[in-house]
């Protein structure tokens, strides 16, 4: 039978760190597939804008953590990058108290370390990460095989949260994401940032879903 008087946006006995409402969007291993389910791409950002507007979004539980990383998979970028920047503003601070959570096993902290050096795995083990806004000028991963994977962002500031073009070893990367391959076997990726959405990059290159 269905729960009585249910209420998406109150938190219920049989849900563990979350409402329906965000627990609607804890899909990762398919995202097209609920995309589809939810009415196509513009409902999917609809839903997605509602939950920030009305302040569903819930970051001091995890359950909630890949949300704003969703935006990419509807061809709206430009959203996650202004969403991440403002989550890492509003919920962290280097003082007591400084995280907006329980750092469950370190994932609170994780989710900070990922989206600062900007990429997040949406979907922990399918080896793909979500490009979000990075916060560093300059990161270098040095890989146990050897490898080094860089990332550079030009004109980087807190204004600048918006990327307007990316390269991979120098070639123009028209997609918000990249592979585990890619990033173990070495590479450099570049940002150019700036004040203002590019709405036009990673429009039609998506990340992947069990279900494309």
Known sequence: ???????????????????????????????????????????????LDTLFINEEYWHGNEPSH??????????????????????????????????????DAG??????????????????GDGIYVVGSPVFDQVEIHLQNGNTFKLICHNNSK???YIQEAQLNGHTMDRAYFSHQELTSGATLEFTMGPKPNKTWATSDLPPSLSD
Do not use: C
């Open 66 to 103: 890949h949300i704003a990383y969703l935006y990419p998979f509807v061809g709206a970028a430009w959203k996650t990058q202004e969403k991440v920047r403002e989550i890492i503003y509003q919920e962290y601070a280097n003082a007591p108290g400084g995280i907006s959570g329980n750092d």
């Open 159 to 161: 204004d600048n949260v």
């Open 107 to 124: 994932q609170m902290s994780a989710w900070l370390v990922f989206s600062m050096m900007g990429f997040y795995p949406v979907t922990p």
């Open 1 to 47: 039978s269905w729960a009585e008087n249910f209420d998406p946006y109150q938190r219920q006995t049989y849900i563990t760190e979350g409402t329906p409402y965000q627990y609607s969007f804890y899909v990762p291993q398919d995202m097209a597939g609920l995309i589809k389910l939810m009415g196509g791409k513009q409902q999917f950002i609809n839903k």
